[in-house]
T-cell receptor, first 116, second 117 residues
Framework: NAGVTQTPKFQVLKTGQSMTLQCAQD?????MSWYRQDPGMGLRLIHY???????DQGEVPNGYNVSRSTTEDFPLRLLSAAPSQTSVYFC???????????????FGQGTRLTVV | AQTVTQSQPEMSVQEAETVTLSCTYD???????LFWYKQPPSRQMILVIR??????QNATENRFSVNFQKAAKSFSLKISDSQLGDTAMYFC??????????????FGTGTRLQVTL
């Protein structure tokens, strides 16, 4: 049981390049989310999904796309990287309809992205 | 919209002593969850403790306990018998208690805790 797996752990991009941050969970969680962590600002929600085929915007969605074709995977796409997207990105999953109580969020180990 | 405020950017405590981290929040919701997450230098986000707003009893997990004051919208974390391994950034987080919101946490800005010898 690996939990939430994010790849890569580190990435350097040039301005204007695109890339996809991968996130996979093996806990049969319905809900998945992407957050970015910036110094002095805590974690902010980028996009989230409450199930396969369903996504929605969070607090800071601009410049990012997501899709959820399977329960397990929730990739985050940067279409044209900008220096303002330099951050640490976390994927999280939570809740299963098979649990009696709402579960806490389980986080991946994060991706440190630098855009130069 | 909810907001979470952590007014202590940094704190320091000696090993074996007790320290309290503060968190206040603003919401119009009546049913919600509050969390404390720990982020050590490894960057991993680790759940420390959880509190359901409808429960009056304060949550406790070993050396970690909370003081939940719903009317005051306050949710402080007390760490007893501090250990060097408690050195980390601590985040307070809020989540509404309704279907579809388990993926939407609102975080505070964090408190960096240093445990010293």
């Amino acid at each position: 049981n690996a939990g939430v797996t994010q790849t890569p752990k580190f990435q350097v991009l040039k301005t204007g390049q695109s890339m996809t941050l991968q996130c996979a969970q093996d806990m049969n969680h319905e809900y998945m989310s992407w957050y970015r962590q910036d110094p002095g600002m805590g974690l902010r929600l980028i996009h989230y999904s409450v199930g396969a085929g369903i996504t929605d915007q969070g607090e800071v969605p601009n410049g990012y796309n997501v899709s959820r074709s399977t329960t397990e995977d929730f990739p985050l796409r940067l279409l044209s990287a900008a220096p303002s997207q330099t951050s640490v990105y976390f994927c999280a999953s939570s809740y299963s309809r098979y649990r009696a109580i709402m579960s806490e969020a389980f986080f991946g180990q994060g991706t440190r992205l630098t855009v130069v | 919209a909810q907001t979470v405020t952590q007014s202590q950017p940094e704190m320091s405590v000696q090993e074996a002593e007790t320290v309290t981290l503060s968190c206040t929040y603003d919401t119009s919701e009546n049913n919600y969850y509050l969390f404390w997450y720990k982020q050590p230098p490894s960057r991993q986000m680790i759940l420390v403790i959880r509190q359901e707003a409808y429960k009056q009893q304060n949550a406790t997990e070993n050396r970690f306990s909370v003081n939940f004051q719903k009317a005051a919208k306050s949710f402080s974390l007390k760490i007893s018998d501090s250990q060097l391994g408690d050195t980390a950034m601590y985040f307070c987080a809020f989540m509404k208690h309704e279907s579809g919101t388990a993926s939407k946490l609102t975080f505070g800005t964090g408190t960096r805790l240093q445990v010293t010898l």
